[in-house]
């Protein structure tokens, strides 16, 4: 009885905030259980709500399943447009490994997030309660032995991600948690499948666009060239990014040699430059954000790339590869908000090493524009057929050609003979 009044108190406070469960605060009376034992309080309104630090460990409390053990078509997966995909794969660094463990330290740093206060001031959106049925994918189980498998692995499980069925959208979009860098080559290789060539934004202090000879050493193999420093000049070789007009964002790394050769390979691979420096430059943030808009095309479909030492090491000290000079979590997430408005198809957090974090300040700071990425990829709507066909069809040229088959060419008949049957699993 004494129930009944107090739902019609909290109910009467929810018409003010209605996202809040009308049963929240419902119970106010600890000295006596036994109203709870009726059929007024359901195991759900007793038992259904955790503390941000309560629960099993999915991103931000999403639902949790993982998506790659379930056949679409005989079971009954969980319904999705955007989803967050694990990838603890970290035996291709030049560097310190441990990313192996990003996931999980980006999900445990995530604790704090959920649907209930999930409201993003700054996007005036909440990302997790919008148009798009957001979940945690779980991971994709990469072996650590081999990296020929890993690769094979992880672009056979981005092949499957990617033609899952999703809800409101005609393709899922993916948030992907690394991981080292190189998880970024068979990313872009499913993107690729759906849309062909893909324009990157690459949040990063280093170039990432090396030639696998720029590594010293005189022993190498196929396997070798894969790595967490070289993997946009493989996906450049492969066709798998546009042309021109990528950017780099952040950049502060040494560079090879005696001169600009890096710069000019950079070039060759199709990227732009925004130097660290640039962001206290007399144009400042508003200068670097205009570069940005300016360069990267409105009308096709843009990924994401978040290199964790793309912060300051002051900011983010658990990561592999750190440059001092780099910019804060604040300054990051003000020129993410400023990206709203571009096709957004898909994002990732990478080289996060939980190892080498102190008192879990890159892990949350990995949460933090995880969740920044996610606001961007419900900004930009769901993915329309209309926008897939018509990027796709800039592969073709007037006579007809398939350009995208012709990029594929190059390679075969390139001097170096990259492993085509990575492309072809
Ligand atoms: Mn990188």
Redesign the pocket.
Known sequence: MRLSILYTLAFAYSVSAHIFNEKYHAYKDPSDFSTLETEEASLNDLWGSFWAYQGVQSFAHLPYQQCLELDPSSSEPLPFDIAVIGVPFDTAVSYRPGTRFGPQGIRSASMRQDKWRGFNYRAGINPFDDWAEVIDCGDIPITPMDNTLALKQMQLAYKQLFKRKAKNSQVPKYLSLGG??SILLPVLQGLYETYGEITVI?F???L?TWAPDKYPSFWSSNTSEFT??SMLWLAHKYGLIAQENNMHVGLRTRISGNGWDDFEEDNEVGFKRIFADELIDKEGFQGVINKILKTIPKDKPIYI?V?I?VLDPSAAPGTG?MEVGGMTSRELIYILRKLKGLNIIGADV??VSPPFDNADITVTAGAQIAYELMTLMVEAGPVTQKFIESNKNIGISESGEDLRLSALDRIIKSERDYQLDMMNI
């Open positions: 080292d860098h690459h990063d202090s280093h990432d967490h420093g790339s290199d030492d590869t990478v080289e």
